[in-house]
Nanobody, 123 residues
Framework: QVQLVESGGGLVQAGGSLRLSCAAS????????MGWFRQAPGKEREFVAA????????YYTDSLKGRFTISRDNAKNTVYLQMNSLKPEDTAVYYC????????????????WGQGTQVTVSS
């Protein structure tokens, strides 16, 4: 059974940093890409970043490039999202997901999802 478990969310002041973790289990993810999405209240789920598990190629939404960094640790089967210079508009539930094929940027392409972790940035 595939499980993606996010952690690391919380409350942070504007300008602060958080590192989200996504622990993956239940199958081999070497042929997958792992993505982070976020969803704020009343808004659609938004692509944040993705990383190809096998070669660490990364993809970002342009507006977050430079502040957010995705990485992975093969030994721990874990994907990370380092978030710096956080802004109140970054407040959302952040989801980890795994995808075998299709667009990296399009959430229906993803086969497995975590339960999400809340990030709240206060002004």
């Amino acid at each position: 059974q595939v499980q993606l478990v996010e952690s690391g969310g919380g409350l942070v002041q504007a300008g602060g940093s958080l590192r989200l973790s996504c622990a993956a289990s239940g199958r081999t993810f070497s042929s997958y890409a792992m993505g982070w999405f976020r969803q704020a209240p009343g808004k659609e789920r938004e692509f944040v970043a993705a990383i190809i598990w096998s070669d660490s190629t990364t993809y970002y939404t342009d507006s977050l490039k430079g502040r957010f960094t995705i990485s992975r640790d093969n030994a721990k089967n874990t994907v990370y999202l380092q978030m710096n210079s956080l802004k109140p508009e970054d407040t959302a539930v952040y989801y980890c997901a795994a995808r075998r094929s299709g667009s990296y940027y399009y959430y229906p392409s993803y086969d497995y999802w975590g339960q999400g972790t809340q990030v709240t940035v206060s002004s």
